[in-house]
Nanobody, 121 residues
Framework: VQLQAFGGGLVQAGGSLRLSCVVF????????KGWFRQAPGKEREFVAS????????YYADSVKGRFTISRDNPKDTVYLQMNSLKPEDTAIYYC???????????????WGQGTLVTVSS
């Protein structure tokens, strides 16, 4: 079973992008899902997460009010709507799946290939 993130690209500051994370070869519909990012020369950091029911959602303070995480369980897809993008949002964005544990931690069970988001000033 694999996760794959899509939707990255180059956008000007203030613009928007929508990332998608799709599951191939199985299902993670009952897993919590998270988005993480890693900027050049920096550690990977938590961005947002959502429980499998969708009723528990967390955001990093740096993206709160600008990013929205959502999920479509029948499609086994999780989304990250990113608005008001800033140059400091530039990073490779990864999605991940977690069966049990801290939705804000980094101990996710499965990780997908990332997608690059570049925000120009």
């Amino acid at each position: 079973v694999q996760l794959q993130a899509f939707g990255g690209g180059l956008v000007q500051a203030g613009g928007s992008l929508r990332l998608s994370c799709v599951v191939f070869g199985g299902t993670f519909s009952r897993y919590a899902k998270g988005w993480f990012r890693q900027a050049p020369g920096k550690e990977r950091e938590f961005v947002a997460s959502i429980s499998w029911t969708g009723d528990i959602i967390y955001y990093a303070d740096s993206v709160k009010g600008r990013f929205t995480i959502s999920r479509d369980n029948p499609k086994d897809t999780v989304y990250l709507q990113m608005n008001s993008l800033k140059p400091e949002d530039t990073a490779i964005y990864y999605c991940a799946a977690l069966l049990y544990g801290d939705l804000r931690g980094s101990e996710y069970d499965y990780w997908g290939q990332g997608t690059l988001v570049t925000v120009s000033s």
